[in-house]
């Protein structure tokens, strides 16, 4: 490899690691909020920005067993943050839909992580803002790509 090669290889596993660190920052600083797990928690905010979704469709979308998106549909629906119905063109399909208390608890969640990034960027200085808004664009293009 040469150096280039390594440095890309170097920067591309950074930022990898440092989205995955992010991403767990933020879901840690929101578990005190509603006590959703992960799994339950992207469930409920998925159900929330569609018209409904299986449960096999909530596994693939995010990448887990149907059985592990089972358990999760089923403690969703003994909390009440999710409502099963009969799909209208075949009635053995259970299409899901948040309730409004998993709308509530997926804007609560939200809440609480919008406020900790904005409670982390209030510290920066106004160079180190402009600096990562220039760094937010060009991870606009990473994930645009």
Same mark, same amino acid.
């Given at each position: 490899?040469?150096?280039?090669?390594?440095?890309?290889?170097?920067?591309?596993?950074?930022?990898?690691?440092?989205?995955?660190?992010?991403?767990?920052?933020?879901?840690?600083?929101?578990?005190?909020?509603?006590?959703?797990?992960? /799994?339950?928690?992207?469930?409920?905010? *998925?159900? @929330?920005?569609?018209? #409904? &979704?299986?449960?096999?469709?909530?596994? !693939? %979308?995010?990448?887990?067993?149907?059985?592990?998106?089972?358990?999760?549909?089923?403690?969703?629906?003994?909390?009440?943050?999710?409502?099963?119905?009969?799909?209208? /063109?075949?009635?053995?399909?259970?299409? *899901?839909? @948040?309730?409004?208390? #998993? &709308?509530?608890?997926?804007?609560?969640? !939200? %809440?609480?992580?919008?406020?900790?990034?904005?409670?982390?960027?209030?510290?920066?200085?106004?160079?180190?803002?402009?600096?990562?808004?220039?760094?937010?664009?060009?991870?606009?293009?990473?994930?645009?790509?």
């Amino acid at each position: 490899m040469t150096a280039r090669t390594d440095t890309a290889a170097e920067r591309a596993a950074h930022v990898a690691r440092l989205a995955g660190q992010l991403v767990r920052r933020i879901r840690d600083e929101s578990t005190d909020g509603v006590g959703l797990s992960l /799994t339950q928690e992207w469930a409920i905010s *998925l159900l @929330a920005d569609s018209s #409904g &979704l299986t449960s096999a469709e909530l596994a !693939r %979308a995010q990448s887990v067993s149907p059985q592990t998106m089972s358990t999760a549909v089923s403690a969703l629906s003994r909390a009440g943050y999710l409502s099963a119905g009969s799909d209208e /063109t075949d009635g053995r399909r259970k299409i *899901l839909h @948040a309730t409004a208390k #998993g &709308l509530d608890a997926v804007a609560q969640t !939200r %809440a609480v992580k919008q406020a900790w990034l904005q409670e982390t960027l209030a510290g920066f200085s106004e160079e180190e803002l402009r600096e990562l808004d220039r760094g937010l664009a060009l991870l606009d293009r990473i994930v645009e790509r």
